[in-house]
C-alpha cells in the first residue's frame, strides 16, 4: 500500500516550459488536494478535488491548471513557467466518507520545482 | 476569509513540555488539525479537533476553544526527534477546504 505518491520528485525548468505533476493515490480517497510550499508561508492550496471529473480553485490558482479525469490521479500542469513558481509542491487525499478519519489528510512526499 | 496565526519558532530543552499556540479567524470552521513536518519531508498527521476541550494521545496533546478561535499542541518529554515544524490548519465549514498556518519550526537542544 503506497499511500499517495508524486512525480517526479525534483525538476528544473526554464521560464516558459511547460510540465505536468502527478499525484496518485491507492487508498480510495475521495478529495484530493495540490498545495505549494514556501518559507514562512505554510501550504498554501493551489486547486483541489471533491471528486472523479470536479475540479475547484484554491487560494492560488493562477498560472496552473488541474484535472481529475480517474479516482486515484490529480495532474496539476504549469502551462508556462515563472520564476515565481518555483517551490515544493504536496499532493494530499482524504477519505471524505463518513468516518472518523474521514478528514485526516495523507501527503505525497513533494516535487521540487525549479524554475530558471 | 481565513486567517491562521503561529509563532514562527521556539526552543525548547530535550525532557521539556512546550505549547505551540494557534490562533484562528475563518468564515466556517469543520475542525482544527496539527500536523508535523520534519525537514525535507512531508507532513504527517499529529491530532484533530473539532470539539472544544483536550485531545490527548500519549505524549502529544491538542486542546480546543472554538469562542476563542484558538488551539494549542503541548508536547511532553520533548525528545530530539521532536525537532521539526508543526504546521495549523482549519477546516472549513463545508468539509472540503483547509487552510494552513505559517507552522511553528521547533528545536529541541540536549
Known amino acids: 500500500n503506497a499511500g499517495v505518491t508524486q512525480t517526479p520528485k525534483f525538476r528544473v525548468l526554464k521560464t516558459g516550459q511547460s510540465m505536468t505533476l502527478l499525484c496518485a493515490q491507492d487508498m480510495n480517497h475521495e478529495y484530493m488536494y495540490w498545495y505549494r510550499q514556501d518559507p514562512g508561508m505554510g501550504l498554501r492550496l493551489i486547486h483541489y478535488?471533491?471528486?472523479?471529473?470536479?475540479?475547484a480553485k484554491g487560494e492560488v490558482p493562477d498560472g496552473y491548471n488541474v484535472s481529475r479525469l480517474k479516482k486515484q490521479n490529480f495532474l496539476l500542469g504549469l502551462e508556462s513557467a515563472a520564476p515565481s513558481q518555483t517551490s515544493v509542491y504536496f499532493c494530499a487525499s482524504i477519505s471524505g466518507r463518513a468516518s472518523l478519519a474521514k478528514n485526516i489528510q495523507y501527503f505525497g512526499a513533494g516535487t521540487r520545482l525549479s524554475v530558471l | 476569509g481565513q486567517n491562521i496565526d503561529q509563532p514562527t519558532e521556539m526552543t525548547a530543552t530535550e525532557g521539556a513540555i512546550v505549547q505551540i499556540n494557534c490562533t484562528y479567524q475563518t468564515s466556517g470552521f469543520n475542525g482544527l488539525f496539527w500536523y508535523q513536518q520534519h525537514a525535507g519531508e512531508a507532513p504527517t498527521f499529529l491530532s484533530y479537533?473539532?470539539?472544544?476541550g483536550l485531545e490527548e494521545k500519549g505524549r502529544f496533546s491538542s486542546f480546543l476553544s472554538r469562542s476563542k478561535g484558538y488551539s494549542y499542541l503541548l508536547l511532553k518529554e520533548l525528545q530530539m526527534k521532536d525537532s521539526a515544524s508543526y504546521l495549523c490548519a482549519s477546516l472549513d465549514n463545508y468539509g472540503q477546504n483547509f487552510v494552513f498556518g505559517p507552522g511553528t519550526r521547533l528545536s529541541v537542544l540536549p
Open positions: 479537533n473539532v470539539l472544544d
Open positions: 478535488s471533491v471528486g472523479e471529473g470536479t475540479t
